[in-house]
């Protein structure tokens, strides 16, 4: 999905690209520039929000399972509405769909802006999510169809490179907004910021971008979203929630409910499939063994990627009392790193092939394991500097791994199927990132206690980062077995 970030939105949505009906205009550099204006709100809101945590927490009162809904729940609805939302595009005009995602966008910042209290922040971050989900699939796309030959290799170049900037640019950002307590606002123009950027970009979207629609205009699977928001919603709500209110009946009872939901999921696939449509998740394409195993390559890493950012960023700011410009500096040498290896990892990739994807796993696994290792033994000593290996370990990792992923994943699919095995592969991602950010979190704040100092700190993060490292190697054993690109 991106080219080659990935953070909620870090990951390329390719898949959602379907065959393009003949032009009405073409795209120019003009209007790529506003759609990847559009783009890098979407992706560095998720980097911003993530070095707020710990402010909104203060000044909301926000309960732990607060905290990780306002990640979890982003992701969710991401990952729900994200193959709805480029076949949206494909049928009612990329343009048009991306103009509401751009104003859902706009409006549900402005609420989370103005959210009094914790609750009214996770359903405008829900909200953000959805319209996330509508305006990033038609970016590809457009490009897709306004673009052709070396224009359009230049466009997705800086596609990729939007995605990286975005991340690195949103940790300094976040950092020094929330450092700066604008009008003692705290963290509200965190959010408030993307409310002139969004009102600019949908006016330039009006001059600039061009509409263009599907030549296949797939029908909207409802049902199978609905299910796999059931599955979802059925995991994560247990796990943000159970823990406060004691285990009730309900969240013991709920994740029960998850296979039901996913095995309803696939028989709605399988018959829709017979039928010659295409669900959501297409079960037939699971017998793919590039994919199959691409796609548990993707929840390891994910499930990590998401407890990460959501630990890290308290573990930086209430357990080492860092300030959040330097909570921001902190992550600067992952974000880095991370764009420097997505940039390059292609190269690399043309010459060991998916091995590339093991040695990303294992220097992902590594830079987790250091972090264990120095929470655990010298946490409270732990500053920018000790930190920065690990950081870099992690950023390049992560990076190695998501540059070839999507290529070596789709090499076994038949072209006319590349769409769906990428809204496949993108929605997985997505929903990785929100379960890990509720898993994990229920790791980090069940260790942590209620009465939360250095050494409490310390076990928590070592636990948080020690169960990244596991995913890691389970990461480095899916990726022995996948086909290189030439073979798959």
Do not use: K
């Amino acid at each position: 999905m991106l080219p080659r970030m990935t953070t909620a939105l870090t990951a390329e949505p390719a898949v959602l690209i379907q065959p393009t009906a003949a032009l009405d205009r073409s795209l120019t550099w003009a209007g790529v520039a506003v759609l990847l204006l559009g783009l890098s709100m979407a992706v560095g809101d998720f980097f911003i929000v993530n070095v707020a945590l710990p402010s909104i927490a203060r000044t909301l009162d926000a309960s732990s399972a607060a905290l990780e809904l306002i990640v979890a729940g982003y992701g969710t609805a991401y990952a729900v509405f994200l193959v709805p939302g480029g076949r949206l595009g494909d049928t009612r005009g990329r343009r048009g769909v991306f103009l509401i995602g751009i104003a859902g966008f706009t409006l549900a910042s402005a609420l989370c802006g103005l959210a009094p209290n914790a609750a009214m922040l996770v359903g405008a971050r829900i909200a953000q999510g959805v319209a996330a989900a509508l305006l990033v699939p038609q970016v590809l796309a457009a490009i897709q169809a306004g673009l052709s030959g070396r224009d359009r290799q230049r466009a997705l170049a800086l596609y990729g490179g939007t995605l990286g900037a975005a991340a690195v640019t949103g940790q300094l950002l976040g950092g020094l907004i929330v450092q700066a307590d604008l009008a003692r606002l705290a963290w509200r123009p965190v959010f408030l910021v993307n409310v002139p950027i969004g009102l600019l970009t949908m006016a330039l979207t009006l001059g600039l971008v061009p509409d263009t629609r599907g030549a296949i205009r797939a029908r909207l699977d409802i049902r199978g979203s609905v299910l796999l928001a059931v599955a979802l919603l059925s995991l994560l709500v247990p796990a943000t929630m159970g823990r406060e209110l004691g285990w009730p009946v309900w969240a013991l009872a709920l994740p029960p409910v998850v296979p039901l939901a996913l095995m309803a999921l696939v028989r709605h696939g399988r018959r829709m499939e017979a039928a010659g449509d295409e669900p959501l998740l297409p079960p037939t394409l699971l017998g793919l063994p590039g994919l199959r195993i691409g796609l548990g390559v993707a929840v390891a890493l994910f499930l990590a990627l998401g407890g990460f950012f959501l630990t890290t960023a308290l573990s930086l700011q209430d357990g080492l009392r860092f300030g959040p410009l330097e909570a921001g500096l902190t992550m600067l040498p992952y974000a880095s790193a991370l764009l420097l290896v997505s940039l390059t990892g292609r190269w690399l990739a043309r010459s060991i092939g998916s091995r590339i994807v093991v040695l990303g796993a294992v220097s992902f696994t590594a830079g987790m394991g250091l972090l264990a290792l120095e929470a655990g033994l010298f946490y409270r000593f732990e500053t920018y500097w000790t930190l920065a290996p690990a950081m870099v370990l992690l950023g390049a990792g992560q990076g190695l791994i998501l540059a070839p992923l999507f290529g070596i994943v789709l090499a076994g699919v038949p072209a006319d199927r590349a769409g769906a095995a990428s809204g496949l592969l993108s929605t997985t991602i997505q929903a990785s990132l929100a379960v890990g950010a509720a898993g994990l979190g229920l790791v980090f704040f069940s260790l942590l206690g209620s009465v939360a100092g250095p050494v409490a700190f310390g076990r928590a993060t070592a636990a948080a980062a020690g169960t990244g490292a596991l995913l890691g190697l389970a990461v480095a054993w899916l990726a022995r077995r996948l086909p290189d690109p030439g073979i798959a």
